[in-house]
């Protein structure tokens, strides 16, 4: 249950203890770092990740969202879809693993100006698609609260909505590693992540919001459904279930024409 409740009980963080990092939560993120950006998502990338220094007072283009961030982590990747999936999968990655260690995170990926980060050393075709304040934080304080209501953030669509067994017409019943889906983050919780479960491979499809999707200059649902790969990895790894992921589409028939078929986990 271990991978599944961290899952449960993460949250975005925008306000922050003021109480700067120990030593040895400094080191934990310097040696994490060090290890992520060694590892590839599933279609074989990596990040190209580190910590950025803020100055005292100064608000990186947040509008004053996030309130006392200790730092911030940037990471960059090659602008594809792949690329895009493989950040959200990797940086999901290290945001459960911060999660144990009390260190609150909040994805971020459109409130920030790209400028504050623009010493980030990029190659041509690389983007910087997402950041994260950190920094330790209390559970629920009342202004994050009404923050979080007004946001809808714990919000989640039905299930019925999201996952389907055989083919789109038939809903799946309840299952922990679909719900570890459905609990993720995703961009102005969207929740674009659609799975269809046929003969035990789980088929992933983006519902796209083509306008949303197109606002930056990449795809930002992509990051959402590499954030949707990991939470159901891991949530099947739990379960000791372990498959592989491959593109198989499975050509059934979508509800609409925004459905985009993404991977399958077989
Ligand atoms: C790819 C991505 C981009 C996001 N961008 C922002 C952002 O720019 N600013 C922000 O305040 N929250 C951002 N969020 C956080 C979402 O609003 C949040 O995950 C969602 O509302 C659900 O709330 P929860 O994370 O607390 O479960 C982003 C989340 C994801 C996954």
Known sequence: MEAFNNIKNRRSVRTFLKTPFRQETEDFIKEYLEDLKTETGPFSHTLNISTI???????????????????????????????????????????????????????MAGTFKRTDFSHMTFNENDVLPAVTPIGYFENRRFFENLMRKAAKSDMRLPYETLFFNENFETPMAEHQALEAVRLGPSASNKQPWRILVK??????????????????????????????????????????????????????SVPNENYIYVVSYK
């Open 199 to 252: 003969e035990d491979t789980y088929h992933l499809y983006l519902e796209e919001n083509v306008k949303y999707n197109n606002t930056l200059s990449f795809k930002m649902q992509y990051l959402d459904m590499g954030i949707a790969m990991y939470h159901l990895e891991v949530a099947l790894k739990e379960m000791e279930i372990e498959k592989t992921w491959i593109k198989e589409n499975p050509n059934v």
């Open 53 to 107: 220094d803020i100055e005292d007072g100064k608000k990186v283009g947040t509008y004053g969202i996030i309130k006392n961030p200790q730092k911030y982590i940037a990471a960059t990747v090659v602008n594809t879809i792949e690329g895009l999936m493989d950040f959200g999968y990797l940086f999901e990655k290290m945001i459960l693993d911060f999660n144990i260690k009390k260190i609150g995170t909040c994805w």
